[in-house]
């Protein structure tokens, strides 16, 4: 089947609850679908890849932009001690899949929004597991020349919030995760556990989870909020009174007003460490 472009609002994806209009959006189900975009778009367009949004601040875009969505690519299998798993599908509902199933291994990622494409490229983590513990291969397309690829855990090179696949290039289609056997209560008792603890610390605002990694394993919200920065705001966007670590969107917040307060951060943590830290939020249009 043809896959067809749309216009969409990057606000009603993102959990930001913001963000600019994307003007070519595709949601490829398969590769098919994938390699058609590849032949209409290769060497012509810039493209971006793209989950739920849920760690992309999406700023102004051309036309000639084009954004590809994982997440029409859904599908798990269970197979021994393993899950397959489809880019898109999200990783909540993954490790939701696996308690059920009786396997462990997600459950300090029960509670990240977003698809397994995105938390694979980023690695993302939570407590004392990232994805890079759990990964034992990814399926690739490369969009730059319509070629496919699989990649055990091991050829990755996996470090904190980062792994070397190429961003925007190689574009993740699926995912198998090694888990190992346990009880479904307590597998269940612990991913309780995880959302307990989360709910304690985070806020419920819209947002983008944290805006940066850390430096040197000290949370740059221990800064910000040491530095007095913690509630400043700039039009509707807000570094959270609970977490200085994040921004959220007081309602009517715009990307700009957002990208406006990160450079505040940067700039304050910089002036006090000498260091400016590296963002964990991915930052799609205008020149990025
Ligand atoms: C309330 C809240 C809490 C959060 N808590 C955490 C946390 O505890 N730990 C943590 O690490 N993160 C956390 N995050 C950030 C975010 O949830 C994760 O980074 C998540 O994995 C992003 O997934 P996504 O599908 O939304 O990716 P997107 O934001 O859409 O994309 C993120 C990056 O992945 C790339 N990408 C997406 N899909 C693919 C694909 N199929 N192939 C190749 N590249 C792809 C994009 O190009 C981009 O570079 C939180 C966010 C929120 C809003």
Known sequence: MEVKAMSVSAANISSLGSGATIPVAYYPKDIEQLR?????????????????????????????????????MRGIRVHEDCITVRA??????????????????????????????GGVMGNAGCYDTAFKDVVKSVKLFHLDDGQQEELSGEEIAFRY????LRKNVDFITEVTLRLFPDGVSAIGARMS???????????????????????DGVSCGYYLDRLGIKGRRIGGMQVSEKHAGIIVNRGDGTPEE?????????????????????REVVIFGRNQ
């Open 36 to 72: 058609q975009i590849q032949r209409r778009h290769a060497a012509r367009s810039r493209l971006f890849i793209a989950g739920a949004l849920s760690n992309t601040l999406v700023l102004e875009m051309t036309p000639d932009d084009a954004t590809i969505f994982c997440s029409a």
């Open 88 to 117: 898109g599908e999200k990783t909540a509902h993954v490790a939701d899949v696996a308690r059920i199933c009786g396997l462990s291994g997600m459950e300090d990622l029960c509670c990240i929004p977003g698809t397994v494409g």
């Open 161 to 164: 919030r980062y792994c070397n």
């Open 193 to 215: 556990d995880v959302r307990k603890k989360r709910k304690q610390t985070l806020p419920t605002g819209k947002s983008l989870g944290s805006v940066f990694k850390k430096i």
């Open 258 to 278: 957002y990208l406006a307060l990160v450079e505040l951060c940067e700039s304050e943590i910089q002036k006090a460490t000498g260091r400016k830290p590296e």
